[in-house]
């Protein structure tokens, strides 16, 4: 049997550049920018000023509000300003600005927990906050929020996201072949946290070498599955996950906790080990730098609030001029604008595309073929919202699920006559979330 989801897409896995690139070390640039907004949610208040001496994983700012987690500095050296600069999200953010000094001089601040089974469940939550933890998937949700679903919600499993569905990025998948003894720590430390006795680690059939890793490793243990998952796009989005391994449908507007899951990214459970048990904030990360037209495509670790222009040098640069960077994947990624964004804690992926590759084939009428409704994993009709939205007619495709669109751009990708319909889901949510607030 087929473990997965009704609907999706098989592009092109072009994984191979870089799966089989063992994890290198990126030595940290002269200059470090450490957005305050790197998380779903509040970003967080700077507690250092212009000038200040500062630590590799000091704590740089304080979180506002529930939703909202710290950030900290990726190297020891002097604060050389604060002020906006550019972000991946298109606008410039409130940014820490660390004049790097080559020494990494360590921060003690927060404590290591080898003993982590004595903690309490609160103490992981709050270690999971003061170590400024967000999803590593990509979504970036303060990893705190997540560990404390509301008392109404029980939870009863705990899933595990080693699918990696994006064409070309490999960095989970490099995590899980070298680092799988933390992971399950991790994982174990978030079932102790939500009291849950059962989880599962969803990993593609197109990465063999991991899923026999993760089974060798959990034979010891009753309450963890490994399970091979149907290579297919979007297969690690939460909601499919759920659906493909434990057969639940999280509603319409719903979230996995209305099921009784939590998903959590392989990432996320590593770095939940790092700052349980080695004192370490979330201040590095796995990406993958690939694309064609690289010299020497690389999965990198790399300190959070590098420029990713030095990804792109440590990759020894491009064959052909830059025509697009993406950050993340190709199919939900986002085109910068600049290479002087900072990698940031959901950036999976930085992907090269030469101006060939990057160019785009002219937008055609819709011919009804319907081939959009087929692969909507949301049961959606991208078609119909799309052109409700092109006529303006914004209020209309709430009625149409427009908010229950996950943005993974399948539709996108099949139309034969090449309409931009992710372009116009995000512009009509854009616009109707606009003439709330002005309502309001
Ligand atoms: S409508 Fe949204 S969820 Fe459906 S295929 Fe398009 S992008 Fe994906
Ligand atoms: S796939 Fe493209 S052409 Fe076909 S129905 Fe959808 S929007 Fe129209």
């Given at each position: 049997?087929?473990?997965?989801?009704?609907?999706?897409?098989?592009?092109?896995?072009?994984?191979?550049?870089?799966?089989?690139?063992?994890?290198?070390?990126?030595?940290?640039?002269?200059?470090?920018?450490?957005?305050?907004?790197?998380?779903?949610?509040?970003?967080?208040?700077?507690?250092?000023?212009?000038?200040?001496?500062?630590?590799?994983?000091?704590?740089?700012?304080?979180?506002?509000?529930?939703?909202?987690?710290?950030?900290?500095?990726?190297?020891?050296?002097?604060?050389?300003?604060?002020?906006?600069?550019?972000?991946?999200?298109?606008?410039?953010?409130?940014?820490?600005?660390?004049?790097?000094?080559?020494?990494?001089?360590?921060?003690?601040?927060?404590?290591?927990?080898?003993?982590?089974?004595?903690?309490?469940?609160?103490?992981?939550?709050?270690?999971?906050?003061?170590?400024?933890?967000?999803?590593?998937?990509?979504?970036?949700?303060?990893?705190?929020?997540?560990?404390?679903?509301?008392?109404?919600?029980?939870?009863?499993?705990?899933?595990?996201?080693?699918?990696?569905?994006?064409?070309?990025?490999?960095?989970?998948?490099?995590?899980?072949?070298?680092?799988?003894?933390?992971?399950?720590?991790?994982?174990?430390?978030?079932?102790?946290?939500?009291?849950?006795?059962?989880?599962?680690?969803?990993?593609?059939?197109?990465?063999?070498?991991?899923?026999?890793?993760?089974?060798?490793?959990?034979?010891?243990?009753?309450?963890?599955?490994?399970?091979?998952?149907?290579?297919?796009?979007?297969?690690?989005?939460?909601?499919?996950?759920?659906?493909?391994?434990?057969?639940?449908?999280?509603?319409?507007?719903?979230?996995?906790?209305?099921?009784?899951?939590?998903?959590?990214?392989?990432?996320?459970?590593?770095?939940?080990?790092?700052?349980?048990?080695?004192?370490?904030?979330?201040?590095?990360?796995?990406?993958?730098?690939?694309?064609?037209?690289?010299?020497?495509?690389?999965?990198?670790?790399?300190?959070?609030?590098?420029?990713?222009?030095?990804?792109?040098?440590?990759?020894?640069?491009?064959?052909?001029?830059?025509?697009?960077?993406?950050?993340?994947?190709?199919?939900?990624?986002?085109?910068?604008y600049a290479d002087e964004v900072p990698i940031v804690k959901g950036t999976s992926g930085i992907l090269v595309f030469s101006v060939t590759e990057a160019d785009l084939p002219r937008e055609k009428p819709c011919i009804?073929?319907?081939?959009?409704?087929?692969?909507?994993?949301?049961?959606?009709?991208?078609?119909?919202?799309?052109?409700?939205?092109?006529?303006?007619?914004?209020?209309?495709?709430?009625?149409?699920?427009?908010?229950?669109?996950?943005?993974?751009?399948?539709?996108?990708?099949?139309?034969?006559?090449?309409?931009?319909?992710?372009?116009?889901?995000?512009?009509?949510?854009?616009?109707?979330?606009?003439?709330?607030?002005?309502?309001?």
């Amino acid at each position: 049997m087929s473990i997965t989801f009704k609907g999706g897409i098989h592009p092109p896995q072009n994984k191979v550049f870089t799966k089989d690139k063992p994890i290198l070390a990126l030595p940290a640039p002269e200059e470090i920018i450490i957005p305050l907004s790197q998380h779903i949610g509040a970003p967080s208040k700077p507690i250092v000023e212009k000038g200040d001496r500062v630590t590799m994983g000091q704590r740089l700012s304080e979180s506002e509000g529930f939703v909202s987690v710290p950030v900290h500095s990726s190297v020891s050296g002097k604060v050389k300003d604060i002020k906006p600069w550019p972000h991946f999200s298109g606008e410039s953010v409130l940014s820490v600005i660390i004049e790097n000094d080559g020494k990494d001089t360590p921060c003690r601040e927060m404590p290591a927990h080898e003993d982590w089974e004595n903690l309490s469940p609160d103490q992981i939550r709050g270690i999971s906050r003061e170590a400024g933890l967000a999803g590593m998937g990509g979504a970036a949700f303060p990893t705190v929020v997540k560990l404390s679903p509301p008392p109404t919600k029980q939870i009863d499993t705990v899933i595990l996201n080693g699918a990696e569905c994006e064409p070309y990025l490999t960095a989970d998948h490099r995590l899980m072949l070298e680092y799988p003894d933390e992971i399950i720590e991790g994982l174990r430390m978030i079932m102790k946290t939500l009291g849950v006795e059962k989880s599962f680690i969803g990993i593609e059939k197109n990465k063999p070498d991991a899923i026999k890793v993760f089974k060798n490793k959990t034979e010891k243990f009753d309450n963890i599955s490994v399970i091979g998952i149907k290579v297919k796009y979007p297969q690690g989005a939460e909601k499919q996950l759920i659906d493909a391994i434990t057969g639940r449908k999280v509603p319409a507007g719903g979230l996995p906790f209305d099921v009784g899951c939590l998903v959590q990214n392989v990432g996320t459970a590593k770095a939940l080990y790092d700052a349980v048990v080695r004192g370490k904030p979330l201040y590095e990360r796995v990406v993958t730098v690939t694309g064609k037209t690289l010299n020497n495509p690389q999965n990198l670790m790399v300190r959070i609030g590098t420029p990713v222009r030095h990804l792109i040098d440590a990759c020894d640069g491009t064959k052909d001029p830059i025509g697009k960077i993406i950050m993340g994947g190709p199919m939900m990624g986002i085109a910068l604008y600049a290479d002087e964004v900072p990698i940031v804690k959901g950036t999976s992926g930085i992907l090269v595309f030469s101006v060939t590759e990057a160019d785009l084939p002219r937008e055609k009428p819709c011919i009804s073929c319907a081939r959009c409704v087929d692969v909507c994993p949301m049961k959606l009709l991208p078609n119909r919202i799309a052109t409700l939205i092109e006529n303006e007619r914004f209020q209309e495709t709430e009625e149409y699920g427009i908010f229950d669109c996950m943005e993974c751009g399948s539709c996108t990708y099949v139309c034969p006559t090449k309409r931009r319909l992710l372009h116009y889901i995000k512009w009509g949510k854009d616009e109707i979330i606009k003439r709330r607030n002005k309502e309001k």
